[in-house]
């Protein structure tokens, strides 16, 4: 299973990124996504996360400017990011639960690879 995330970059603060993260490879079925992001020096810290029926969670730091969304049929999280911060620049990391055909209700958490978010000021 791989997770490949895209749409980071530069922007500057005020302005908007979306980002994406789709799953491929072998696997039954993906249930809770996310994303989570690390700045330099800190701990890698939850964004959003959302159910595979929609159900959102949101860190405080970002509710109401940032929107989680996926699409189950191509196996794909985003993540809206409004009205950014310069202490929103960070590694932005998607994460999913992936169970497989040989253990269909066991979850695996697989990792993204990363992508910059930088925000200047």
């Known amino acids: 299973v791989q997770l490949q995330a895209s749409g980071g970059g530069l922007v500057q603060a005020g302005g908007s990124l979306r980002l994406s993260c789709a799953a491929s490879?072998?696997?039954?079925?993906?249930?809770?996504m996310g994303w989570y992001r690390q700045a330099p020096g800190n701990e890698r810290d939850l964004v959003a996360t959302?159910?595979?029926?929609?159900?959102?969670n949101y860190a405080d730091s970002v509710k109401g400017r940032f929107t989680i969304s996926r699409d189950n049929a191509k196996n794909t999280v985003y993540l809206q990011m409004n009205s950014l911060k310069p202490e929103d620049a960070a590694v932005y990391y998607c994460?999913?639960?992936?169970?497989?055909?040989?253990?269909?209700?066991?979850?695996?958490?697989?990792w993204g690879q990363g992508t910059q978010v930088t925000v200047s000021s």
């Open positions: 959302i159910t595979r029926s929609g159900v959102t």
């Open positions: 994460n999913a639960g992936v169970s497989s055909a040989a253990s269909r209700y066991r979850f695996r958490d697989y």
């Open positions: 490879g072998g696997f039954w079925s993906i249930g809770d």
